[in-house]
């Protein structure tokens, strides 16, 4: 029976349960929990935009994104949205997805937090990114998202301080990221329907 939350359906495919087995045996509580709320808000958000992304591919970008954060994951050189987006196409990869899947799971974890472009792309990619910003309770432009009614009460997957993690990262390897390559996840995204 498929998993359901807040009303909101889990992809029921092995990809799915491989990538959710693998996300929260080599990350821990804190990266898991929110990436698996940044699927269900980027789901919700693609809902009310009248986006129709692929779930399946949606969930793999959402539970990926964050990995690069972590020692296991990053190659130390660049950016964790890159070193997150790599180690997803190579999951991708190795369960027989399409290189077009495989690349717009790249791309939409890779620009998770760029502001901007992700809205105007697929709808995987822009849902991912809305996701990520409404998950984190940052902020956007007028014109874009409001607060959820309350689908989630934090009882599944609970609210965990990820910027405190992305944070520590950069003050602890200030050599690894240089101010121009540091997380841009406090930037006021303006979204409007018209934009796509």
């Known amino acids: 029976m498929p998993e359901v ?3 909101l359906r889990i992809p029921d495919t092995v990809a799915v349960a491989e990538a959710t087995r693998f996300i929260r045996e080599t990350t821990g ?3 898991y929990h929110h990436s698996r709320r940044v699927f269900l808000f980027g789901l919700l958000n ?3 935009l009248a986006l129709t992304p692929d779930p399946e591919l949606l969930y793999l970008a959402a539970i990926f994104h964050d990995s690069g954060l972590l020692t296991p994951f990053s190659d130390g050189v660049q950016r964790f949205e890159v070193d997150s987006a790599d180690h997803a196409r190579k999951f991708l990869a190795a369960h027989g ?3 077009t899947a495989a690349d717009t799971v790249w791309t939409a974890v890779a ?3 760029t502001p901007g472009i992700p809205v105007r792309m697929a709808a995987e990619i822009a849902a991912t990114h ?3 910003f409404q998950c984190g309770r940052l902020r956007y432009g007028r014109t874009g998202p409001r607060p959820l ?3 989630d009460d934090g009882r599944e997957h609970p609210r965990l301080a990820v910027a405190e993690l992305i944070g520590r990262r950069d003050a602890d390897a200030p050599e690894r990221t240089p101010a121009c390559e540091r997380s841009p996840c406090a930037t006021v995204i303006p979204v409007s329907p018209g934009s796509r």
Do not use: D, K, Y
Request: charged letters at 10%; a neutral charge; zero cysteines.
């Open 46 to 48: 693609a809902e009310r």
């Open 29 to 31: 509580p804190l990266i």
């Open 97 to 99: 997805f399409s290189t």
């Open 149 to 151: 009614p309350a689908h």
């Open 130 to 132: 809305l996701g990520v």
């Open 111 to 113: 620009l998770h937090t």
């Open 5 to 7: 939350i807040a009303g």
